[in-house]
């Protein structure tokens, strides 16, 4: 690490690693220059699926800056079988919005799902 070793040709005290370490992980400024953490993927896996509207996929996306109509977050559903997407702008992540939404905009069109797949929230 540039800073630890910068730090140490000048200052010495125990435990400078350890403080130096802390102090880029909740500097700001470093963070925003040095851009998001990769997160651990998970394995891919296949999901059999044998018709359309069979099982689908959600998640929710945002928040983004608020509309005129006071959404700030897109709920994404798509089909498996299909790769039919559908985004529908929401004003919050609250369960009954999602699942007011899930009705008026999915299950009213194509049916119920037999199995609903999301990441709950991670």
């Given at each position: 690490?540039?800073?630890?070793?910068?730090?140490?040709?000048?200052?010495?005290?125990?435990?400078?690693?350890?403080?130096?370490?802390?102090?880029?992980?909740?500097?700001?400024?470093?963070?925003?220059?040095?851009g998001p953490?990769?997160?651990?993927?998970?394995?891919?896996?296949?999901?059999?699926?044998?018709?359309?509207?069979?099982?689908?996929?959600?998640?929710?996306?945002?928040?983004?800056?608020?509309?005129?109509?006071?959404?700030?977050?897109?709920?994404?559903?798509?089909?498996?079988?299909?790769?039919?997407?559908?985004?529908?702008?929401?004003?919050?992540?609250?369960?009954?919005?999602?699942?007011?939404?899930?009705?008026?905009?999915?299950?009213?069109?194509?049916?119920?799902?037999?199995?609903?797949?999301?990441d709950q929230?991670?």
């Amino acid at each position: 690490m540039k800073t630890l070793s910068k730090t140490r040709e000048r200052f010495y005290w125990d435990r400078l690693r350890t403080d130096v370490e802390n102090w880029c992980r909740e500097c700001h400024a470093c963070g925003a220059r040095k851009g998001p953490k990769t997160r651990t993927k998970g394995r891919l896996q296949r999901y059999n699926v044998g018709a359309p509207f069979e099982r689908m996929a959600l998640d929710i996306l945002g928040p983004f800056p608020v509309t005129t109509k006071g959404n700030r977050y897109v709920l994404v559903l798509m089909d498996y079988f299909t790769k039919w997407p559908e985004a529908i702008p929401i004003p919050d992540q609250e369960a009954s919005t999602v699942a007011e939404e899930l009705v008026r905009s999915w299950i009213s069109c194509y049916g119920v799902p037999m199995i609903l797949h999301s990441d709950q929230g991670t």
